[in-house]
């Protein structure tokens, strides 16, 4: 069974760098049925969809956060990570990691449903 897991700091400050890592077992992140998000979730908000690795190494972003968000991967370790910079109390929240299967471009974006897996999350404030 597939299990996802975020580790990285649960405080940030303002300006810098967030740096989150997911850590996945039980299957290869290299397979081909399936991509590899970060999602987040602030106060009283919904689900928002930041961005996805597939397993070819290609990364999709949205539009608002593009500039500040970059996603990598480490393969030999079968972890995905997320960068996130200049970032602001406005990005304080739960950040998750997930896998959604792969229908494209557009299904990459889904955040929730029976295509998704996300791991149990992790907060992050940013305070000074």
């Known amino acids: 069974q597939v299990r996802l897991q975020e580790s990285g700091p649960g405080l940030v400050k303002p300006s810098q760098m967030l740096s989150l890592t997911c850590t996945v077992s039980?299957?290869?992140?290299?397979?081909?049925?399936?991509?590899w998000s970060w999602i987040r979730q602030p106060p009283g908000r919904g689900l928002e969809w930041m961005g996805t690795i597939a397993s070819d190494g290609s990364t999709s972003y949205r539009p608002s956060l593009k500039t500040r968000t970059s996603i990598s991967r480490d393969t030999s370790k079968n972890q995905f990570s997320l960068q996130l910079s200049s970032v602001t109390p406005e990005d304080t929240a739960v950040y998750y990691c997930a896998r959604v299967l792969d229908t494209g471009p557009m299904g990459r974006m889904v955040v929730a449903g029976i295509g998704v897996m996300r791991g149990q999350g992790t907060q992050v404030t940013v305070s000074s």
């Open positions: 039980g299957g290869p992140i290299t397979t081909s049925d399936y991509a």
